[in-house]
């Protein structure tokens, strides 16, 4: 008898080139065991491989193109407005939603970008990017509890961007210890039907330690994966504690939501574009006063020190996301800029996001760009960028991809024109830089598309999967084991291939056909949660 709990463990960043090595050299042994009994592939996360949308791909089911999610921030169509996405505009039924309609319980701890918050009936911790002065739990007291267990919980490192390497190290594996206390407490004082348990400490660490490790050498090397190991090994001693509050007989998925690679070079989009006379910035008020025009913009901050102007001109957005963010300062920057109205956008005619840019086309309020020369723009930006060779001489390349081939639809929703894919250690960047380069010299490693995957369970046939699974198609999987049906509308599948034969879970996948299935079953839960009162539904 197997029963149907069902534990997913989130390592964020997850890779098997850090995990392989560490396994091999005995340091991770419970990871080592489950890669071991259970079913495993890499993991193609989303375009881009992103923190968001990738975890509200996984939880949905859904790809950016369905959710209008394509990064951190989007801008709107018939708009020159950047804004932040947040956990609001999810309006599908993510999965736990559904399993918890269900009837059964579900317990969430550190899944990154639930704020801000929605009402839940399970528990919930949220993770990264709820600002630790925001924090909140379902229910309400819970956080005092953890809070006491802990020594203080913590969301995140804090100044993951702007503190050295040992500062760094010491601080993931302090707030890494603190979620691993939390976690255990949780497992042993709220048992659920569900658990999922996300680590972060895996992706900030890979950020600033995996290029030491794999482009190194000596010492380098040596301190890389020093760094790789001690927090992958105190991962592995949390991933210990959960296995033993599930038996041999639960469902243990492993998953994460984008892979690692080491990446030498940076390359600064939005500097290209100016370069090339296409973004205008507009350099005006405090900025002026400072001595920035657009051209030394890079260069002045440094000599002031980044830090120091940054604070001065943003402090509130900087301390909410920064601090815990991913992405390096200066990128942050930009965006400030962008987001205050500084694009001159009667002179701009495409501004990068990152991973994407948009078109200052007529329908925007100071739009430029007639469909024709729109045309011609989007030519001139996808030769440009395929054309660009590093200073080594590497050729990798920007490849500009047009949304409906991306993710294979004919209508992704409010897309922006194209969106940019790395390759050849590239690193792709929205900044601009210090002395107008192109290319700058990369300390952090950067975000990859394969992640990782391993599902173990008396029914699952261990080894590799033929084929890597998709993020997209975890929802439905974690649906398909609770024997729950799978909403018509996801865009993942479950990959019947994973199941021994003959068992129950090789059975056919039944599919809600209701045509507004979704919309109905969301309906459900908004009005059974809405008549709980907020904190008693543990
Ligand atoms: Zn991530």
Request: net charge negative; proline share 6%.
């Amino acid at each position: 008898m197997a029963s149907d709990r069902v534990f997913v463990i989130g390592l964020d960043g997850g890779s098997w080139k850090v995990i392989d090595p560490l396994i091999e050299r005995g340091k991770l042994p419970n990871l080592s065991r489950l890669k071991e009994e259970g079913a495993w592939s890499g993991l193609e996360s989303t375009l881009p491989p992103v923190t968001c949308p990738a975890w509200f791909t996984f939880s949905t089911g859904l790809r950016p193109s369905r959710l209008g999610i394509y990064d951190f921030r989007g801008i709107s169509k018939g708009s020159d407005r950047i804004r932040l996405h947040t956990y609001k505009e999810i309006e599908q039924p993510e999965f736990w939603d559904i399993i918890m309609q269900s009837g059964h319980s579900c317990g969430i701890i550190n899944n990154p970008l639930l704020y801000p918050r929605k009402r839940h009936t399970g528990y919930v911790v949220p993770g990264f990017i709820t600002p630790q002065e925001h924090f909140r739990t379902y229910p309400e007291g819970l956080i005092r509890e953890l809070d006491g267990v802990a020594g203080g919980y913590e969301v995140d490192q804090q100044a993951m961007n702007i503190v050295d390497d040992e500062t760094l190290l010491e601080d993931c594996l302090r707030v890494l210890r603190k979620r691993i206390e939390a976690m255990t407490y949780l497992l042993r004082e709220y048992p659920t039907d569900l658990f999922l348990g996300v680590f972060t400490a895996t992706d900030r660490i890979c950020h600033r330690f995996m290029n030491r490790a794999f482009l190194g050498d000596g010492d380098e090397e040596r301190a890389g994966w020093d760094a790789l190991e001690r927090v992958f090994g105190l991962v592995d001693e949390g991933v210990g504690k959960i296995l033993e509050a599930a038996g041999d007989e639960d469902y243990i998925l492993v998953m994460s939501d984008h892979g690692f690679e080491a990446r030498p070079w940076n390359v600064h989009v939005n500097q290209w574009l100016a370069d090339e006379g296409l973004l205008n910035i507009k350099v005006v008020g405090t900025l002026e006063k400072m001595g920035l025009t657009q051209r030394n913009i890079g260069r002045q901050l440094k000599k002031m020190g980044l830090m120091k102007a940054v604070y001065r001109l943003s402090p509130r957005r900087l301390r909410e996301i920064v601090p815990a963010g991913e992405s390096t300062l200066g990128e942050y920057f930009i965006h400030d800029l962008l987001e205050r109205g500084r694009v001159d956008w009667a002179r701009t005619r495409a501004v990068s996001l990152g991973y994407s840019y948009y078109l200052n086309t007529e329908d925007r309020p100071q739009g430029i760009l007639s469909a024709r020369e729109a045309g011609e723009v989007r030519q001139e930006i996808e030769a440009g960028l395929r054309g660009l060779v590093d200073p080594e001489g590497g050729s990798g390349g920007i490849e500009a991809l047009d949304t409906a081939s991306a993710y294979e639809t004919e209508a992704p929703l409010d897309p922006p024109d194209q969106m940019l894919r790395e390759s050849g250690g590239w690193q792709i960047r929205s900044t601009l830089t210090a002395g107008g380069e192109i290319f700058t010299p990369n300390e952090r490693a950067g975000h990859a598309m394969r992640g990782i995957f391993v599902l173990r369970h008396p029914w699952v046939e261990a080894g590799e999967v033929g084929e890597p699974l998709s993020i997209e198609d975890l929802a439905p999987l974690i649906l398909h084991l609770f024997g729950l049906p799978v909403p018509e509308g996801m865009d993942g599948r479950v990959r019947q291939d994973i199941f021994k034969p003959d068992t129950p879970l090789r059975r056919e996948v039944s599919i809600s056909r209701t045509p507004d299935a979704m919309g109905a079953e969301k309906e459900r839960i908004r009005r059974r949660i809405a008549a709980l009162k907020q904190g008693d539904a543990v």
